[in-house]
């Protein structure tokens, strides 16, 4: 069954560490600036790069963003146009992250 389906920052973590997934972050340049996860690859949702998507290579596609809400809407966009068969938003975003106690890259 292929989809959009949203999961917390810990199964994010998780799948990453199992190399299961890989992150897309598409959060602003500035956002960037203030906090990363290391690894994330960084495609801002106001310029996004359709050549710019990680996965393909059997790894799940996780989008986060500041909250959750632009990963939500960039991974159903990514969907619904066709550019993959399912994606993750992560829940909360960065700040659920690192609410979380998992590691972020600070400036």
């Given at each position: 069954?292929?989809g959009?389906?949203e999961?917390?920052?810990?199964?994010?973590?998780?799948?990453?560490?199992?190399?299961?997934?890989?992150?897309?972050?598409?959060?602003?340049?500035?956002?960037?600036m203030?906090?990363?996860?290391?690894?994330?690859?960084?495609n801002?949702?106001?310029?996004?790069?359709?050549?710019n998507?990680?996965?393909?290579?059997?790894?799940k596609?996780?989008?986060?963003?500041a909250?959750?809400?632009?990963?939500?809407?960039?991974?159903?966009?990514?969907?619904?146009?066709?550019?993959?068969?399912?994606?993750?938003?992560?829940?909360?975003?960065?700040?659920?992250?690192?609410?979380?106690?998992?590691?972020?890259?600070?400036?």
């Amino acid at each position: 069954m292929s989809g959009l389906k949203e999961i917390s920052a810990e199964t994010a973590k998780q799948w990453v560490d199992a190399g299961e997934a890989v992150l897309l972050d598409v959060r602003e340049d500035p956002e960037l600036m203030q906090a990363r996860i290391e690894g994330a690859v960084h495609n801002a949702m106001s310029s996004f790069d359709f050549d710019n998507i990680p996965g393909g290579d059997g790894k799940k596609l996780v989008v986060l963003c500041a909250h959750g809400m632009r990963s939500y809407q960039v991974a159903d966009y990514l969907i619904r146009e066709g550019k993959v068969d399912e994606a993750y938003s992560m829940e909360g975003g960065i700040v659920a992250w690192a609410g979380a106690g998992l590691p972020v890259d600070q400036g």
